[in-house]
């Protein structure tokens, strides 16, 4: 639900920061605050050393822990409600302030959400699974891959391991399959500046087949 009032499409996207992207506000309000509180870790968080930081791939060696000047991802004091106990990934975000990109910590966290509600490819032809090639002949074999606006996709098909293609399709001949039965695999994977840690490998899809000779 949302009004026509002034800053409400704001509003808007800042609520979806937290009911897709599960992020926590970062600013600080007396009546909410709870020292006690546990915040989700994706950009508010309790930890204060560098190593256990959510968000340590995106800090500099060279940024201080705590930090205090803005313009850098960092560890500021402040958040979750509370002006201290809690810290946050930046100065100002989205999640603390209206008319602010979510930043770099945010960003990040939704772009991963995108990818665990949609796969990087979008269909493969033939279908994925048992596939042949006929004898003294070839067969090709397309991916759809989605088309991001602002990142560049990596395509990479292997044969047993061997890469064979990087591009949308890979021809696959019988020589290169002969006698027994070899396992065709294609991987798509977004390479986008917005996420550096992806632990679960939510920005990679693939699609396998076993391929013989008819």
Request: proline share 7%.
């Amino acid at each position: 639900m949302t009004s026509t009032a002034l800053g409400a499409a704001d509003v808007a996207v800042h609520e979806i920061g937290h009911s897709f992207g599960f992020l926590d506000d970062e600013y600080e309000d007396a009546q909410i605050c709870n020292p006690s509180g546990t915040p989700g870790d994706i950009n508010a968080t309790k930890k204060s050393t560098r190593t256990t930081i959510p968000w340590k791939e995106w800090i500099k060696a060279t940024t201080p822990v705590p930090t205090t000047v803005a313009g850098v991802v960092g560890l500021y004091l402040g958040g979750f409600y509370c002006p201290t106990v809690f810290f946050r990934p930046t100065f100002d975000s989205k999640m603390r302030s209206l008319d602010r990109p979510f930043e770099a910590v945010g960003g990040q966290h939704l772009v991963l959400r995108i990818y665990r509600t949609i796969s990087a490819i979008d269909g493969v032809t033939p279908k994925a699974g048992a596939a042949t090639v006929p004898a003294g002949g070839q067969r090709t074999f397309t991916v759809d891959p989605i088309v991001p606006a602002s990142a560049t996709l990596s395509i990479v098909w292997r044969l047993n391991g061997v890469i064979v293609s990087t591009q949308a399709t890979a021809v696959i001949t019988a020589a290169q399959i002969g006698g027994t039965a070899k396992t065709l695999r294609v991987t798509v994977t977004d390479k986008t500046p917005m996420v550096r840690d992806d632990p679960n490998n939510d920005l990679i899809d693939t699609a396998t087949w076993t391929v013989l000779v008819n």
